[in-house]
């Protein structure tokens, strides 16, 4: 398991001022947690900040937005990165979820105080106000289109708004615990969503209909995904035909992270199961890398890489820190993981 380096503040903003402080910190598995700080001591002639660390680490290439820190004893370096922007007056409670439509121009996100808001991704200035859930909205995403946003909720409903007018054009009801996570299937007229109650259903969106539980966990399912399975995996044959309403289903696979420690990969339209893998603690996420490759995350902080070919053994298991892996995002040629720290 590798050391982490960490700032211990906001370095942006203390290291923003004329004269400046944040705290590091560089712990390592099994050994006393390296303590110290770094100080601005003023600009240089071309305006990037003048910055020196304490005893035990090294401050490496420092731009505007990003200081390149390492700590020699363990041999680690991390660069931290400054935000391109914040906005700070969207929501009063926490953010619970977010995502930005697939023109970049707009984001939605979901908070504690039951509201989602629609803004503007360049400014953060607020659109649309989307108001129906009842206590927290667990997740939200727009549609492909980007004029619709698919939410789900602590009470148990999925709905589908206009990003236009902020109406509720659809509600769904069935799950019988709090809404996790969703997916959308293609362009979208076929729906996916995970609950407490541990079902992922499937959902048609022009009947606003229910068309069956793709998998009967026994345990509350955390995270789904969905993506294109390789032509080699055996995806299992429907016992019966699949609805004339169940659109992109077939080829694909779901994913299922799970409270029980498993990650299981079900067959979208068969609803056979494809492959089980058993983690170190409760699986948060998941998303596909390709149509071989997924990523999930972990309660403990680990990050498994499998291939869905052979899911005896991972490819690789990354442990940056003992914080819980919340979110994973594909990202060019890997992937974007946030954790509870």
């Not at 700080?37 to 002639?45: A, D, E, M, Q, W």
């Not at 498994?304 to 053994?313: G, H, I, K």
């Amino acid at each position: 398991m590798a050391a982490t380096l960490r700032i211990q503040s906001d370095w942006s903003r203390a290291l923003s001022r004329d004269e400046g402080e944040a705290w590091l910190s560089c712990r390592s598995p099994g050994k006393p947690t390296l303590y110290g700080s770094v100080t601005r001591r003023g600009l240089s002639s071309d305006g990037v900040p003048d910055i020196v660390a304490s005893e035990g680490f090294v401050v490496g290439e420092v731009t505007k937005k990003s200081i390149l820190i390492s700590c020699p004893h363990e041999n680690v370096s991390t660069k931290f990165l400054a935000p391109y922007t914040s906005f700070s007056r969207i929501h009063q409670k926490s953010i619970t979820c977010l995502d930005i439509s697939s023109g970049g121009g707009l984001g939605v996100s979901a908070s504690t105080d039951g509201t989602m808001k629609i803004w503007q991704a360049a400014n953060g200035e607020i659109r649309r106000l989307l108001e129906g859930h009842v206590y927290d909205v667990n997740c939200c995403r727009f549609f492909p289109s980007g004029l619709v946003v698919l939410s789900g909720g602590m009470d148990a409903q999925l709905k589908i708004w206009s990003a236009e007018d902020a109406s509720c054009v659809v509600t769904f009801k069935g799950h019988k615990a709090g809404i996790l996570d969703t997916a959308i299937v293609d362009r979208g007229r076929n729906v996916l969503s995970c609950s407490r109650d541990g079902t992922a259903c499937l959902w048609d969106c022009g009947k606003s209909a229910c068309l069956g539980i793709i998998a009967d966990c026994g345990s509350p399912v955390n995270g789904i995904a969905v993506g294109a399975a390789d032509n080699s995996l055996n995806l299992g044959t429907p016992e019966k035909p699949p609805s004339e309403r169940e659109v992109g289903t077939e080829g694909k696979i779901l994913l299922l992270a799970q409270e029980d420690k498993k990650l299981q990969g079900v067959g979208l339209q068969s609803r056979q199961p494809v492959f089980l893998f058993v983690g170190s603690d409760a699986f948060n996420c998941c998303t596909f890398l390709s149509s071989t490759y997924i990523v999930a995350g972990t309660q403990d902080g680990n990050i498994y890489q499998l291939d869905v070919r052979n899911t005896n053994a991972p490819i690789q298991v990354i442990h940056r820190s003992g914080a819980p892996v919340l979110s994973l995002l594909p990202y060019r040629d890997g992937f974007i993981a946030s954790q509870g720290n």
